[in-house]
């Protein structure tokens, strides 16, 4: 009995430190917005740039509350304590619980889904302009704070064939907020997205990778799903830390593709186009993942989905890049019609 309950002692003190070690992984102050905004951002009347938008009657009404998970309202930082060891609600943060809906890596061999989140910032600029030099498609969850400031930069990479998905207006730790304002989130972010580009994405990533059944539960009835990452290179500590070496991004690609427990297989890394020190190690990291003779494209292609919009846009492979003709420009100094969305009856093709 003795033995036993030292197991079960050991096992506790396991709990408690993995609960006090996840919280400590979100960053005190995440900086939202280290580059200017463009002069003219999207045409609208948008809540205020980088507070969380208050509960919005038309979009909670979209939503049947009774059937979101009852799941606990989290402090932020995120709370791991009451999770553990059950973890009832899947609570990605604590656990890294996922369920089948979800979005983790790519499930083929030699896929590899870039994916780079928190812009589009004008770092972004940078990044698309080297992305299209080899010929390379990746996925980007956006801020809807910052679709709003850099509207064209959005656009110049959805006319480009890059996938782009939701990541919230003000990127709070969603398990932390309330039913209203995670609507409020995602909603106003989507509302954003289509209004700068015409489409609305189906795939979101919870900031931080925070969500639960709860934040699932109204994911689904906004047609949103989650999608979060099996490789993280945890570049956002080199704003965040002094003593960061940039190195260690490239570095962690050059062991992910030689590691024996991940080479050959499918995945989905995260970085971020928020900073410019980071978008300047894309040009490292990209002939790594092809020189390991990986397939890099959008993360929706990996996962045999070639149409992430509402709209019918279609992703498509081809070793030539042709451009679709999609007229949008919804910047303050547009004349267009700000209420337009693609036909659905005609398929606009985005070749990759």
């Known amino acids: ?10 096992f506790a003190i396991l709990y408690m430190l993995a609960s006090t070690a996840m919280s400590q992984t979100f960053p005190k102050d995440w900086p939202m917005n280290p580059a200017p905004p463009e002069p003219l951002g999207l045409d609208g009347n948008w ?36 999770n553990l060891p059950n973890d009832p609600f899947c609570n990605w943060s604590c656990t890294g619980c996922t369920r089948a809906t979800d979005v983790v890596k790519c499930p083929n061999d030699l896929d590899w889904g870039l ?27 956006v801020i809807g704070s910052r679709v709003i400031q ?11 064939g890059h ?8 990127h709070p730790l969603l398990t932390s907020q309330s039913n209203e304002q995670i609507i409020a989130e995602l909603s106003w972010t989507k509302l954003a997205i289509q209004t700068a580009i015409n489409v609305t994405p189906i795939y979101m990533r919870p900031p931080f990778g925070d969500y639960d059944d709860r934040v699932r539960g109204i994911c689904q009835q906004l047609n ?3 999608t979060i990452w099996d490789l993280d290179t945890n570049d956002w500590m080199s704003q965040a830390y002094k003593n960061f070496q940039l190195d260690s991004i490239p570095n962690n690609f050059s062991e992910w593709v030689s590691d024996p427990n991940l080479m050959n297989k ?17 040009p490292l990291v990209v002939p790594i993942i092809k020189k390991a003779n990986y397939n890099i494209k959008p993360i929706s292609t990996c996962i045999g989905d070639n149409k992430p919009y509402l709209e019918n846009i279609v992703l498509e492979s081809s070793n030539s890049i042709n451009y679709p003709n999609i007229q949008n420009d919804n910047t303050n100094n547009s004349t267009s019609n700000k209420s337009s969305s693609p036909n659905a009856s005609n398929s606009t093709k985005l070749f990759i």
Not at 1 to 10: E, H, K, T
Not at 54 to 73: E, G, H, M, Y
Not at 163 to 170: D, K, M, R
């Open 1 to 10: 009995m003795g033995y036993i309950n030292i197991i079960l002692i050991s």
């Open 47 to 82: 809540p205020q740039a980088d507070v969380g938008p208050p509960p919005t009657p038309n979009f909670t009404k979209l939503i049947d509350l009774s059937k979101v998970a009852n799941a606990p309202v989290n402090p932020s930082p995120v709370a791991c304590g009451t």
């Open 115 to 141: 994916s780079f989140d928190d812009g589009p910032t004008v770092f972004t600029n940078t990044l698309l302009d080297y992305l299209e030099s080899q010929n390379v498609r990746v996925t980007f969850f």
């Open 150 to 160: 850099n509207p064209s930069i959005l656009q110049k990479a959805f006319k480009a």
């Open 163 to 170: 996938q782009i998905g939701v990541h919230t207006w003000s």
């Open 224 to 226: 949103l799903t989650p």
């Open 266 to 282: 499918g995945h989905i890394s995260l970085q971020h186009d928020l900073f410019n020190q980071t978008v300047n190690l894309v």
